[in-house]
Each structure stands twice: as C-alpha cells, then as structure tokens.
C-alpha cells in the first residue's frame, strides 16, 4: 500500500516539471524566518525569556537541548512554535522558564546566535506562529526561464499543500512504521516517537486528498484525520471508506479530525535570475512546505 517514497505517486499541479537544479549545496541556499505574527509581550521581572535564534546546519531539538544545559533548566522549561529545518539558515524565538536572562549573553552553542532577548509573562506555545519567509536559491538551473514561467503559474494557482517528505522520515520511513505499529507488528519508543508516527499517519491520508483536488479543483479544504466530530463532505466520501481502517486507528489513539486547506498562495513572492542561478523569495503559512513549492518547479 505505501510507496517508499510517500509523494512518489502524487500528481503535480503543473505536470511534472522537467528543468533541473541543484538545491542546498550549503546551508545558505535555504533561509528560514520564523513569522510569529505577533509582537512578543515583553514585561519586567516576568518567568519567562524568550529568545531570538539564528541557527546553522542544527536542528531545532538540539538547540533547545543546549539552551536547557546553558540556563540549566530542565529541557521542559523550553519551548519552540515549531521545528525548522536543519540544512538550512534559520531564524526562530524560543522561551525558557525562570532563566538567567544575563546569562543570553555568554551563550556559546556552535553555529547559533542570539539576536534578541526579552522577558515575557507566558512562555511561547507550540504552534503559535503565523508562518515562514523563505529565501532559496537554486544553482545550475537547466532553464531558468521555465523555471521562472512555472513559478508565475503557482502564484496565480496556488500550491498544492501536500506535506513534505520531513514529515514522513528518511525513506519514509515514519509512515511504515505507523503502518506496523497499526498492525501490532511495531511498538513506538515514548511519546515523542508516538506522535511523530501519527502525524505521519494523518499526513500521508491528507495528501491523497490533495491528489484528488488537483483533478477536482473546486475542493478547498481537506482534513487531518481522527476522531470524527463532524462528517467530511459527500466528496470525500469514497476515501473514508476504502481508508476505513486507518481513520478508526487514528481515533483510538486519540487523534481529533480538523480541517487544513487542499492549496495556499504564495505570499510576496519574487524571483531574481542571475546567470544560470534563481533566487526565489515566498512566505507561506505554518504548517506548509517550501520543498511542495519546489516540488513544483524543478527536480532537484
């Protein structure tokens, strides 16, 4: 049932593209910064320190790892709005509950600066983020013009909003295990990989939605499947059923259905061309995926 590669059998909103480029030759080439959408509420003599990182080649995890050694707090007295990619240049806010806000500056974590430092009354919750600007820029690129065309298309259209493969692990390797663990043939190890598993689960149930509005382009919300509170429309019918089963699963473990949009729109987009190299600019909301805009536009 699952293909090794989870987004191998999924249909592009513009055909599949056939221009070539390489992508990440450093971590440069993919600029990530975090859009809370809101103003930090900054107060005096307040619990929690909320912390502006820019981060290199580290993954989110680890970083809040070093900050709880450095402040020498427990790793739950750290908190984060969402995980940022590793291979990339990244900016992102973290809280940490009753730290030492003069020690911010003696923080020494390899490849990560603090850029700015505020005391606040609430720490900062997962989630609570308005989305990311990215900046990514495409090397070697076989025609530049193509390129530069397709991405016109998908501002006008809208991208597909198909979870990347992150979500899914190395080789897919999440997603098969949900799929073990569904069939009492895996048992996770804690929470943490527990949750993974079931994002995978739900992530891989909503790209077959996505697939199917890409043919029936007046569907515009999808669902992450669970606990059914409602019923989803007569269109998503026939899903439901053939997937049955791992809906069901998906509600035993307590997973609540809500709704998330089959497409979104790139917001201030622009692309530079210089040479045989693109720089593209874009913002896109939380919880949506630059490598499904790149998807679109190049094999790389």
């Known amino acids: 049932m699952f293909e090794l590669n989870a987004l191998k059998a ?5 055909g599949q593209p056939s221009v070539q480029a390489i992508f ?4 440069e080439d993919f600029r990530v910064d ?3 959408g809101y103003e930090v509420p900054v107060a005096d003599q307040c619990e ?3 912390l502006q990182i820019e981060k290199r080649g580290q993954n989110t995890q680890w970083v809040a790892e070093q900050l709880a050694k450095h402040f020498k707090r427990p790793i739950a007295d750290v908190s984060y709005a969402g995980l940022k990619d590793r291979q990339a240049v990244t900016t992102q806010w973290f809280s940490i509950r009753l730290a030492d806000e003069s020690l911010a500056s003696a923080l ?7 850029l700015q430092a505020k005391k606040a009354p609430k720490k900062l919750q997962r989630g609570a983020l308005a989305g990311n600007a ?6 070697s690129v076989s025609d530049t013009a193509q390129l530069s065309d397709r991405f016109g298309r998908l501002i006008d259209a809208g991208v597909p909003n198909y979870f990347g493969a992150q979500r899914f692990g190395i080789n897919s390797g999440n997603l098969l295990r949900a799929e073990h663990w569904r069939l009492k043939r895996y048992r996770p190890k804690g929470r943490a990989e527990k949750g993974f598993l079931l994002s995978a689960m739900r992530a891989w149930l909503f790209n077959l939605q996505v697939a199917q509005s890409i043919a029936e382009p007046a569907l515009v919300d999808g669902f992450l499947f669970g606990h059914m509170r409602f019923q989803p429309p007569e269109e998503w019918k026939e899903l439901v059923e053939q997937y049955q089963a791992h809906i069901g699963w998906l509600a035993s473990q307590r997973c609540q259905m809500q709704k998330r949009a089959l497409r979104v729109q790139l917001q201030e987009p622009s692309c530079t061309i210089n040479g045989a ?8 909301p939380a919880g949506s995926y ?3 805009v790149l998807r679109e536009l190049a094999r790389v």
């Open 10 to 14: 999924l249909p592009f909103q513009l």
């Open 108 to 114: 020494a974590i390899p490849d990560v600066m603090v």
């Open 34 to 36: 975090e859009q809370l």
């Open 277 to 284: 190299d693109v720089e593209l600019k874009f913002a896109l």
């Open 48 to 50: 929690h320190l909320w």
């Open 290 to 292: 630059a490598t499904s």
């Open 24 to 27: 990440k030759q450093s971590p």
């Open 134 to 139: 990215f900046t990514i820029q495409l090397r």
